[in-house]
């Protein structure tokens, strides 16, 4: 059935029939509405786009139209000093729920040509005595994307990785990346294959949480 599903006439329509199925299980969680806005989590950026596709832009650090993106940065200690005027607490009493400040700033890690921007998140809890703070570094510009709305943005990213995480342990998928034990099989037909296999798995993923909502929905 894999092989079947994988030829090109097929494929096709496969990738179709998904797609139909996500659309309608986003609408059902809108009351019937198409969702305004998607977020697509894309790893290994920057990717480079030879048209003008939205959302992407000409950006001057890489010398080509990529993407926008943000993404998270690991802490070292130039990043360190850079944020060590900020992470002074205010003067006021500790406060009883969590508070969390953002600001602008510019780096420049050793493999990069020019500064970057940057988000520093500084984060409040109530029963800690130090500050929490981490680093967001983006291409997006100042004036539409305020450091908080950058914040807010990467915080969608964690709801995709959450789903993907979830897909991964409620599905335990498996694909095979040999094609010992199948006669006559090519590289490009273990791929083929493993799309398949992987496009099978996502139907489960959406209709799983269709059939949940539609059982807590008549559970009393």
């Not at 599903?5 to 969680?29: F, K």
């Not at 800690?128 to 914040?151: C, I, M, Q, R, S």
């Not at 979830?166 to 998928?173: G, N």
Request: glycine share 8%; aromatic share 6%.
């Amino acid at each position: 059935m894999l092989t079947c599903l994988g030829r090109n006439d097929n494929i096709d329509t496969v990738h179709e029939g998904l797609l139909r199925l996500a659309t309608w299980r986003l609408t059902s969680l809108t009351g019937g509405k198409r969702p305004e806005q998607l977020m697509l989590n894309i790893d290994g950026l920057p990717i480079e786009v030879h048209g003008h596709q939205g959302g992407s832009a000409f950006h001057g650090h890489v010398g080509a139209r990529i993407y926008e993106y943000v993404g998270r940065l690991r802490s070292h200690s130039g990043l360190q000093k850079l944020a060590a005027p900020y992470l002074k607490r205010p003067p006021d009493r500790t406060p009883e729920q969590p508070r969390e400040w953002c600001h602008g700033l510019e780096s420049q890690a050793g493999s990069w040509p020019t500064p970057r921007r940057v988000v520093l998140v500084v984060q409040e809890l109530p029963d800690d005595l130090l500050l929490h703070a981490f680093f967001l570094v983006t291409n997006l510009g100042k004036f539409d994307w305020p450091p908080e709305k950058v914040l807010a943005l990467y915080r969608k990213r964690g709801s995709a990785e959450a789903h993907m995480g979830e897909v991964k342990s409620a599905l335990d998928v498996h694909l095979s990346s040999t094609d010992r034990g199948v006669c006559a099989s090519t590289i490009q037909d273990v791929m083929a294959r493993n799309e398949v296999s992987l496009l099978l798995s996502l139907y489960a993923y959406q209709v799983l949480p269709g059939l949940r909502r539609l059982l807590e929905s008549r559970t009393p």
